[in-house]
């Protein structure tokens, strides 16, 4: 446990020094301030109401949909280096060769990308901010809306560090965990409004994004809960057996 | 303190190391030498847990690599050849982290990092432990790397190539350093350089295409090479074949061949015991009359052995990849 912290610390601490990981950040920062006061309509359709518009209500829901449509590129971007880096640069033979576990590399590994991950989206709330000084924004929309991003960045980041665990190649690592995003995020989004009955049903529970939306609606669906927990859990524990399977490939 | 036995790998198709077994005692500062792509790494690998062999044990102060992995790496501090380090970690800091990894309890890690800085040459300039590790040179790299293989003060030192890279003067210090480390530290070194490896290493372990092709001590290996004694005369009074026939009644002598260098006949006679037998020739030479012009005991070095069994290896390497069945 402890050296899973130690672990997690460095981590976090290399994310800070890291100028790439400033820019995955801005860009998080800008897209979800874009959404907010411009809203988003690629040829004229309307994805995401802005937040911030004179005249309408001030719902926090785009804000957070918006939030978690990034991730599936955002999560990928931050987890690249995590495993991929070690594997690249050789210092995965200094860390393995210390008396740490895999469980307790991976688990740091992904404490230390949340822990980053946590800072980028405290730093949203200057949104909030904004908000309340035009109007009254719904506190409880936003704490629920908070803990869903946590969850499902939880998840994501999950996916991330399993598809860092499988190369030594950043770029790889980013299709790979965004292909896999996409899939559960986009690809069932469009299926879930496509398919007749019963496959629109069964790509529903399996669509991230329509778990994520009852965060943003204010409510805490223990379905959700449990969805985006397991499926941290089940990467976490691929991501560990990949690292182990390198005893016996 | 080190066992292996009947150790193999294979990488997919590849035999790396084939069944290699060898021992090595406490406190001793062991060469792993063999030319590139011996299987010097991979077995380094194998004893420090980094890779599992395919077959064989591997034991390390008692405990199995692959069954008792966390308390071998507890007790050996490896270097890997390239010496990876975090880049944008400060020297510092480094060696904080990787003492914590090490399981040295955080009111004693300040004075473990101080200490291993003092004794790598990390404590001047002052600004040093500052540095980020991407800014350091090779060589001061190569002193972060050994300076953290030392913090836990472990019982089996485990170095890839420590020297490479290093210019001359560093080259010395590394090598006083590894001198300085044997006794309460068992040492294995692994280079291609074998010269430097003669003068620090108390034992040899050469490996060639995957074999053990020799181990020993460094005089031991060097006998083998010239065999037991041999001793080159440079002789005129008769013709080859009788000085031949001549050195060879010497008692203790056990092969004899001859060139003709000008109107000089060359010997190279060799003994079958350790005994010096330039006395014994000189002896015969003063008693039939003949002229020398050259005594001289040949002496050889591990360079030589080494080249000889190296080059014995490779005719066999194509050996070394699996015919698909």
């Known amino acids: 446990m402890l050296k899973t912290l130690v672990l997690a610390r460095r981590e976090m601490a290399a994310y800070f020094f890291s100028p790439v990981a400033y820019v995955i950040g801005a860009l998080f920062l800008a897209g979800s301030a874009a959404v907010f006061f411009f809203g988003l309509s690629p040829l004229g359709i309307p994805i995401f109401e802005p937040v911030l518009a004179s005249g309408s209500t001030a719902s926090l829901r785009p804000l957070f949909e918006a939030m978690a449509a990034i991730m599936v590129f955002a999560a990928p971007l931050l987890t690249m280096r995590l495993m991929s880096e070690e594997f690249r640069s050789g210092t995965i033979e200094t860390l393995m060769t210390a008396p740490v576990t895999d469980v307790q590399v991976v688990l740091g590994k992904f404490l230390g990308v949340m822990g980053f991950y946590a800072a980028l989206l405290a730093s949203t709330t200057v949104l909030l901010a904004v908000m309340a000084a035009y109007s009254k924004p719904d506190i409880g929309v936003a704490i629920s809306g908070y803990i869903g991003m946590l969850l499902l960045g939880a998840a994501f980041l999950a996916v991330g560090l399993f598809a860092s665990t499988l190369t030594e190649y950043q770029i790889v690592a980013v299709i790979v965990g965004v292909a896999m995003l996409s899939v559960f995020a986009l690809l069932m989004q469009f299926l879930m409004t496509h398919l007749g009955e019963p496959w629109n049903l069964i790509a529903g529970r399996l669509s991230a994004l329509?778990?994520?939306?009852?965060?943003?609606?204010?409510?805490?669906?223990?379905?959700?809960?449990?969805?985006f927990l397991t499926t941290a859990a089940l990467f976490l524990f691929l991501s560990i057996k990949t690292l182990e399977s390198r005893r016996w490939r | 303190m080190i066992d292996v036995k009947n150790l193999t790998k294979w990488y997919g198709p590849v035999l790396a190391v084939d069944n290699i077994s060898f021992h090595i005692e406490k406190g001793t500062i062991v060469g792993f030498l063999g030319p590139n792509g011996a299987g010097k790494s991979t077995t380094l690998k194998i004893l420090t847990c980094y890779l599992p062999a395919t077959s064989g044990t591997v034991t390390v102060a008692g405990c199995d690599v692959l069954s008792q992995s966390l308390a071998v790496r507890r007790q050996v501090g490896y270097m890997p050849e390239s010496v990876p380090l975090y880049g944008e970690m400060r020297v510092r800091d480094y060696l904080m982290f990787r003492a914590a990894l090490r399981d040295i309890p955080s009111a004693k890690?300040?004075?473990?990092?101080?200490?291993?800085?003092?004794?790598?040459w990390l404590s001047k300039p002052e600004d040093m432990m500052r540095r980020r590790l991407d800014e350091l040179s090779r060589g001061y790299k190569q002193r972060v790397g050994l300076a953290e293989v030392l913090l836990h003060n472990p019982a089996v030192l485990v170095l890839d190539e420590p020297t490479i890279g290093l210019d001359p003067a560093q080259v010395r210090s590394m090598r006083e350093l590894v001198k300085e480390l044997a006794g309460e530290h068992t040492v294995i070194l692994s280079s291609h350089i074998l010269a430097e490896v003669e003068q620090i290493c108390s034992h040899l372990i050469i490996i060639a295409g995957g074999h053990l092709a020799a181990a020993g001590t460094p005089a031991q290996l060097r006998q083998r090479v010239t065999g037991p004694s041999k001793v080159i005369a440079e002789l005129r009074g008769a013709d080859g074949e009788d000085l031949a026939k001549a050195v060879k009644a010497i008692k203790g002598v056990r092969e004899v061949?001859?060139?003709?260098h000008g109107n000089w006949t060359r010997l190279v006679i060799a003994g079958d015991s350790d005994a010096d037998l330039r006395a014994d020739v000189a002896a015969m030479a003063a008693e039939a009359g003949y002229a020398l012009r050259e005594?001289?005991?040949e002496v050889g070095s591990v360079e030589d052995y080494f080249v000889q069994i190296t080059y014995q290896q490779n005719m066999q390497a194509g050996n070394r990849v699996a015919t698909p069945a």
């Open chain 1, 210 to 227: 329509d778990y994520f939306r009852s965060f943003a609606r204010g409510t805490i669906d223990t379905r959700a809960l449990a969805f």
């Open chain 2, 109 to 120: 890690r300040k004075a473990a990092v101080e200490r291993v800085a003092e004794r790598c």
């Open chain 2, 257 to 260: 061949e001859h060139t003709a």
């Open chain 2, 295 to 297: 005594l001289r005991r």
